[in-house]
C-alpha cells in the first residue's frame, strides 16, 4: 500500500535551534496537509498545499514557521527558532481533491519534537 | 465555526460487549464526515467517509452512521485488537480546499 513517509521520526533538540521536517507524500496526490497534535489541543491544521501552491497557512505562526513544496515529491515544515511550546507530534497527511466529492486523506507516522 | 465533539472521551469495553461512540458536529454545509482510527505512535489510519444523513458504511466490526447533527460510530462484538483512538473530522461545503476540523476523539479500551 502506498504510504505518506515522514522524516524524521523523532527529534530532540535545544529552544533556539532550527528543525526541519520532511513529508512525501502520496504519489499523484494532490494536496498535502500539516497537522500538529498535542494533549492539550488535539490535531490542529497548520497549513495546506494544493499543486505545491499554498493554500492557507493561518494555523501556523508566522514569525517562526515555514511551510514549503519545493517539488511534488516533497514537503517540508520548518520552525525557526525552535521554542520550548513547540514540542508536539507533527503530522503530514496528502489526499486527492478532484471537484465534487474530495478523497480522504491519509497521514504519516509524525514527527515527534521535543524542544529542551 | 466548525466545531466537532466526541463524546465519550474514554470507554472501557469487555471483548463482545457492543457499544458506539458519538460525534456530534456543527457545520456549515457538510461536504463530508470522515472517522479514522489511531493507534499509539501511528498517525491516523482512514475509516469511513459520509456524505448525506442516513447514510451508513459498515467493515468488519464497525459500523458508522449520520445524521444532520451526530454519527456514531458502532462496534459490535469488539476484540482487543480495537483499542485504540477513534476521531471524527468533517469537512464543510464552503470550506476552501479541503481542510478538516477534528474531535478531540474517543480512547476505546477492549479488555479480554
Known amino acids: 500500500d502506498a504510504r505518506v513517509t515522514q522524516t524524521p521520526r523523532h527529534k530532540v533538540t535545544e529552544m533556539g535551534q532550527e528543525v526541519t521536517m520532511r513529508c512525501q507524500p502520496i504519489l499523484g496526490h494532490n494536496t498535502v496537509f500539516w497537522y500538529r497534535q498535542t494533549m492539550m489541543q488535539g490535531l490542529e491544521l497548520l497549513a495546506y498545499?494544493?499543486?505545491?501552491?499554498?493554500?492557507?497557512d493561518s494555523g501556523m505562526p508566522k514569525d517562526r514557521f515555514s511551510a514549503e513544496m519545493p517539488d511534488a515529491t516533497l514537503a517540508t515544515l520548518k520552525i525557526q527558532p525552535s521554542e520550548p511550546r513547540d514540542s508536539a507530534v507533527y503530522f503530514c497527511a496528502s489526499g486527492l481533491v478532484l471537484g465534487g466529492r474530495n478523497q480522504p486523506q491519509h497521514f504519516g507516522d509524525g514527527t515527534r519534537l521535543s524542544i529542551l | 465555526e466548525d466545531q466537532v465533539t466526541q463524546s465519550p472521551e474514554a470507554l472501557r469495553l469487555q471483548e463482545g460487549e457492543s457499544s458506539s461512540l458519538n460525534c456530534s458536529y456543527t457545520?456549515?454545509?457538510?461536504?463530508?464526515l470522515f472517522w479514522y482510527r489511531q493507534d499509539p505512535g501511528k498517525g491516523p489510519e482512514f475509516l469511513f467517509t459520509?456524505?448525506?444523513a442516513g447514510e451508513e458504511k459498515e467493515k468488519e466490526r464497525l459500523k458508522a452512521t449520520l445524521t444532520k447533527k451526530e454519527s456514531f460510530l458502532h462496534i459490535t462484538a469488539p476484540k482487543p485488537e480495537d483499542s485504540a483512538t477513534y476521531l471524527c473530522a468533517v469537512q464543510a461545503r464552503e470550506t476552501s480546499g479541503s481542510r478538516l476540523t477534528f474531535g478531540e476523539g474517543t480512547q476505546l479500551t477492549v479488555n479480554p
Open positions: 459520509l456524505y448525506s
Open positions: 498545499f494544493r499543486n505545491r501552491a499554498p493554500l492557507d
Open positions: 457545520v456549515s454545509g457538510l461536504r463530508g
